[in-house]
Structures are given as C-alpha cells and as structure tokens.
C-alpha cells in the first residue's frame, strides 16, 4: 500500500492545483501582445497553452485517456494535427463562435471521459481528440494574429513541441505508476479526470455568464 500512496497523492495534488486556479489567470504569455520574432512566437507557442489552465487541464486529460490505450505519442497526434488545423483556420479568418465557451464545453467531455468512460473505443478517442484539439487550436491562434510568417511558424513549433511532450509525458508517466491501466483505471486517475471536469465547468459558467 505505501507504494502506492506517493503516486496517488501526487495525482491528488494536481487536481487540487487545477481546481483552485480560476479564470483570472493569465492566458497570453508577453501580456497578449503579438510576437513580432522568431524567439517571441518560439517563447509564446511555449508558454500559452502552459499558463492557460483550460488547455493544460485539456492536455493533462487526453494523457490520461490515452494511457489507457498504451498510446502514447499515436493518439496525442491527432489532437496535435487538429490544433495545427484550428491555428491555420483562425489565421485564414475563419470565425468560430464562442470559442472560450467551446473550448470550457470539451475540457469537460474530456474530463467526463477520463473519469467515466474507460472502454471508450480507440477511435472514438482519436475523434474527441480531433474535435477538442481543432477547438484549441482556434483560440489559441488568437495571440498570434497579425503576426509575420517567421514568428507565426515559431508560435506553431512551439505549441505542438510543448503540448506534445506535456501530453506524451503525461502519458507515459501514468501508464508506468499504474500497471494495467488499460484494463481498470484506478481511483486517482478518476478523480484527476473528474478534476478537469469541474475545471472545465467552471470556465463555462464564467464564459457563459459573460454573455448574461
């Protein structure tokens, strides 16, 4: 049992640092201003899905998930291609509508997901992922907007290196602390995924109320 219990509590311990952060947080690394060089599009593409607690809980999620498939790097990538699409359709202006309130709206279903639904089939994985990460993608190119082609390039290559290995090493790290979680996720995976549920939930009630 005490080999078990770091483990958990370390589980324990992020879903409490994603509840107790708000909406207030800072979203944009360089105060929201738009990266004019390559190392400014390089370090914002670094930093905006990190200080963003909606995208990290979302990034922490579809880890988690795909722990359960022993898919590691696969599985991340199609939320990976999606978010690279959701960018260049924002940069090409195409719209698309309460985008915060959308992005709240996945982080739930992804947390429901990792908390709820472990025989969730593989390619119904790939396709939440798909959706989730396109949605991402969108807003999170709203930084970047009006940006030249050398740091826009940047603020991409940094997105995808730095969600990928947060996703990837999330991953990796629960399928090495819980042996078989393919087969029965354990209590504090659950209660990890239920986190960014409630994280996602309170995003929307905020985004939504904006609208009131």
């Known amino acids: 049992m005490t080999g078990r219990s770091t483990p958990k509590t370390r589980i324990l311990l992020i879903a409490a640092g994603l509840l107790a952060a708000t909406p207030a947080l800072a979203h944009h690394p ?11 599009g390089l370090l914002s593409g670094f930093g905006h899905p990190i200080i963003g607690i909606d995208h990290l809980a979302a990034l922490l999620a579809v880890g988690l998930i795909s722990a359960r498939f ?21 940069a090409a202006a195409v719209d698309l509508p309460l985008g915060e309130a959308l992005v709240s709206l996945s982080l739930v279903a992804l947390g429901l997901v990792a908390a709820l639904r472990p025989t969730l089939p593989l390619a119904a994985a790939a396709t939440l992922f798909a959706i989730a990460g396109l949605i991402h993608g969108h807003v999170l190119a709203e930084t970047i907007i009006g940006a030249e082609t050398t740091p826009l390039a940047a603020y991409l290559g940094g997105l995808v290196v730095v969600q990928g290995a947060i996703m990837a090493g999330v991953s990796l790290a629960a399928q090495r602390i819980w042996a078989g ?25 905020t985004n939504l109320g904006a609208f009131a």
Do not use: K, Q
Request: hydrophobic share 60%.
């Open 30 to 40: 360089m105060g929201g201003t738009t990266p004019a060089t390559f190392t400014e």
């Open 70 to 90: 022993g898919r590691a790097f696969t599985l991340p990538a199609a939320w990976l291609l999606a978010m690279v699409a959701g960018v260049g359709i924002h």
């Open 181 to 205: 979680i393919a087969a029965t996720p354990p209590a504090a995976a659950r209660l990890a995924g239920l986190a960014v549920a409630l994280v996602g939930a309170g995003f929307l009630a």
